[in-house]
């Protein structure tokens, strides 16, 4: 009697919690398009404000890859109002913080102030899209910096590479075989002229969503959006048609050399459906089986079990088109990196042909109830999720109901899942190896 108490408590106590986390918010649009989302908590005098445009590494043209991060970079450059090299210097001398960042499918950019910079906030997100100053002077000094950026991220570091290996044998036709930072040949020929048409093409209201959280007032929020942002011109609609990758029927087997390690290691990849489809969230959900904590199947039997493996991980790497999901292992000693494959295919052959017990099963309902609770238990976290979820997915709701997609997740179609699409054939094997010096 006294356990069902205990369980009908907690159960009452991770309700009351959900409940609680949920986002109230409100969403409209300006006759030019851009996209608003409001979402009010008093709780703290803080706001964050944010506009995420609809533009990734994948948005280019054969020959001038790594646009959309370079004007990450470039669109902090400085404003017709606003002097070069000025914007974070007014963030921070008004007490605030900012950054950007970029992915294969979207442009991120938010400021934190306290709430009483809101009307600045707003003004220095509009000057970004209205009146950003593109030179070359600004370029060839984000050209610089990217560089470096490249070097020391990528070029230099230890594993760098590592998911470019992946994408460049995953997809042979589809912009995401090439990284997102781009190629710096690319960049270096690209024009003033080119940089300025990608701007007026994507940078555009239409193209883009803002939205504002925390402390704040809706009615003066509201007039403040409308004074800073509905002059701005709406852009051409814009129309993607990427090519479809053909289906992998047979194992690719290949090497991948970095310069920058000792100790090798394996990849296995999979090419897999975007974040959107149903099966993507039951490959988080399977992942998080493999190899999330000491206590997951590969964890255990690969680094605690049978001591073959230093690190191994298993990973859906979420994009809007197709993902990635991809298992990494380094071994101990000895180990060859077939006999971690050999293992690895072990354990993922497991998931194809038995349906995992109830006590896995509740763990991992457990884990994705935690994740769903904590990435909305800030303002900053709350303030991504709306926008990540009406650019990306076209729903912003999700940010209260995406939990009852993981938790109508059986079983037996997690096992369908691994079924469908981590078989041998279908997969990707790359030896990650050290460089080899040449002998003289």
């Known amino acids: ?26 969403e409209y649009d300006l006759d030019n398009g851009l996209h608003v989302i409001l979402h009010q908590d008093n709780t703290a ?36 109002n606003i002097e070069k090299g000025k914007w974070s210097e007014i963030v921070s001398s008004n007490g605030g913080t900012n950054n950007a960042n970029t992915s294969q499918d979207r442009t991120y950019y938010y400021e934190v102030f306290p709430s009483n ?6 003004w220095m997100e509009s000057e ?38 992946v994408s460049e044998n995953l997809f042979k036709k589809h912009p995401y075989k090439d990284p997102n930072i781009g190629y710096m040949k690319d960049l270096d020929a690209a024009t003033l002229e080119e940089f300025i048409a990608y701007k007026n093409k994507y940078y555009i209201p239409n193209n883009a969503v803002l939205v504002v959280a925390g402390d704040i007032d809706i009615a003066q929020t509201k007039q403040w959006i409308l004074d800073y942002f509905s002059a701005i011109q709406k852009g051409d609609d814009i129309v993607r048609n990427y090519p479809q990758e053909e289906a992998i029927t047979s194992e690719i087997k290949t090497k991948f050399y970095d310069p920058n390690i000792q100790i090798p290691a394996t990849i296995i990849a999979y090419r897999t459906p975007g974040f959107k489809n149903r099966d993507a969230y039951v490959l988080d959900m399977l992942s998080s089986y493999l190899s999330d ?34 298992v990494f292992a380094l071994p101990v000693g000895e180990t060859t990196l077939e006999t971690l494959n050999i293992s690895i295919e072990e354990e993922i052959a497991k998931a194809r042909t038995a349906i995992m017990s109830e006590n896995d099963y509740q ?34 709701s999700l940010i209260n109901k995406e939990i009852e997609i993981y938790r109508s ?31 003289n």
């Open 1 to 26: 009697m006294k356990s069902k108490l205990l369980m009908v408590f907690a159960l009452l106590c991770s309700f009351i919690t959900i409940i609680a986390q949920e986002v109230a918010y409100e």
């Open 45 to 80: 005098p803080l706001v964050t404000t944010a506009v995420m445009y609809h533009v990734g590494g994948k948005d280019r043209t054969e020959g001038r890859t790594g646009m959309a991060h370079f004007f990450e970079h470039l669109l902090f450059e400085g404003t017709e």
């Open 117 to 122: 910079n809101l009307k600045l906030a707003l």
């Open 128 to 165: 970004r899209m209205l009146h950003p100053i593109i030179n070359q002077d600004g370029i060839n000094t984000q050209n610089e910096v990217i560089k470096e950026e490249k070097r020391s991220r990528y070029d230099n570091a230890a594993y760098g590479k590592l998911l470019f290996s």
């Open 293 to 326: 904590g000491p206590s997951s199947k590969l964890y255990k039997k690969m680094v605690d079990d049978q001591k073959e493996a230093l690190q191994v991980g298993a990973s859906n790497v979420g994009q809007e088109d197709y993902g990635m999901y991809l």
């Open 363 to 396: 763990k991992l309902q457990n884990k994705f109830e935690n994740r769903f609770v904590n990435a909305n238990s800030s303002v900053v976290g709350i303030t991504g999720s709306l926008a990540t979820n009406y650019t990306l997915y076209g729903d912003t």
């Open 409 to 439: 997740i059986t079983r037996e179609e997690i096992m369908e899942v691994a079924k469908k699409y981590l078989n041998p054939n279908q997969r990707v094997v790359i030896d990650y190896i050290p460089e080899e010096t040449p002998t």
